[in-house]
């Protein structure tokens, strides 16, 4: 995936409420230069002149957090999907043979590991379970006017 085709996919995802604007930059950074470089948070924080301790309060936040993980998933190209199926079917009957091997297993799920993390989250989509992320975005105005309140308040 060339770096334009990442921006494009990364800009089609909502931007929750509740981020600032250097959140969603540099949220869309870390996952631009993790998916291209397999950078270290410590590295890009140190590059983006950000400290860790920053970084990791952000990651406490469930909205920001998600907004992470809806972007990794933004990445996951149709076919690297069709790979991933294929290859969840062949997993499954390894696991189910005698033969099965975990370090085919465990290389499948390092270099896709996108892809293995975009499927977790589409599963929990189908059971119902919605992310922090996604439920800001079902607030009417009403709603988020009165969470802005609460948070001014104390």
């Known amino acids: 995936m060339t770096n334009e085709e990442l921006k494009q996919g990364m800009k089609n995802v909502p931007v929750p409420t509740g981020l600032t604007d250097e959140q969603v930059k540099l949220a869309q950074a870390f996952v631009s230069e993790r998916y291209t470089t397999g950078i270290k948070i410590a590295d890009f924080c140190r590059k983006h002149n950000k400290s860790t301790e920053t970084w990791y309060d952000?990651?406490?936040r469930p909205v920001f957090e998600s907004y992470l993980a809806t972007l990794r998933r933004s990445l996951v190209t149709d076919s690297e999907?069709?790979?991933?199926?294929?290859i969840k079917q062949k997993v499954k009957s390894m696991a189910l043979s005698e033969k099965g091997g975990v370090r085919e297993i465990e290389l499948y799920t390092k270099l896709f590991e996108h892809v293995v993390e975009a499927d977790r989250q589409r599963n929990m989509e189908e059971l119902g379970i919605v992310s922090e992320h996604e439920k800001a975005q079902d607030k009417t105005v009403e709603d988020k006017r009165n969470a802005l309140l609460q948070r001014l308040k104390g």
Do not use: S
Request: aromatic fraction near 22%; charged fraction near 55%; proline fraction near 0%.
């Open 58 to 60: 952000w990651k406490k």
């Open 81 to 86: 999907w069709e790979t991933h199926e294929k």
